[in-house]
């Protein structure tokens, strides 16, 4: 069993930069591929970037590619989300996901557990 919460979220201007962290439990933690996962009013959640276990190798959405980046402290039971450049069209809550899964996954429906979700607001 593995509960996530998040936190860092806020109202940035247009070109600002946040940070998004996420803190889980469970001892078994390094042995989860974390993802992050967004979803914006109206709008289907959306895959944002994840981090796998086994090699630490991540992957991104075309949308954030080169302005995101994730990262994890597994000595700490944390994930992180580097946020820069942000864009309105960023705004949505963001949710921390943790999955069993060896091979790292962009599908919200392969992912086991989920955080409560943090807001985040980019004004132009």
């Known amino acids: 069993q593995v509960q996530l919460v998040e936190s860092g979220g806020g109202l940035v201007q247009a070109g600002g930069s946040l940070r998004l962290s996420c803190a889980a439990s469970?001892?078994?933690?390094?042995?989860?591929?974390m993802g992050w996962f967004r979803q914006a009013p109206g709008k289907d959640r959306e895959f944002v970037a994840f981090i796998t276990w086994i090699d630490g190798s991540t992957r991104y959405a075309d949308s954030v590619k080169g302005r995101f980046a994730i990262s994890r402290d597994n000595a700490k039971n944390m994930v992180y989300l580097q946020m820069n450049s942000l864009k309105p069209e960023d705004t949505a809550v963001y949710y921390c996901?943790?999955?069993?899964?060896?091979?790292?996954?962009?599908?919200?429906?392969?992912?086991?557990?989920w955080g409560q979700g943090t807001q985040v607001t980019v004004s132009s």
């Open positions: 996901a943790a999955t069993k899964r060896v091979a790292a996954t962009t599908l919200a429906d392969e992912y086991d557990y």
């Open positions: 469970g001892r078994t933690f390094s042995r989860y591929a």
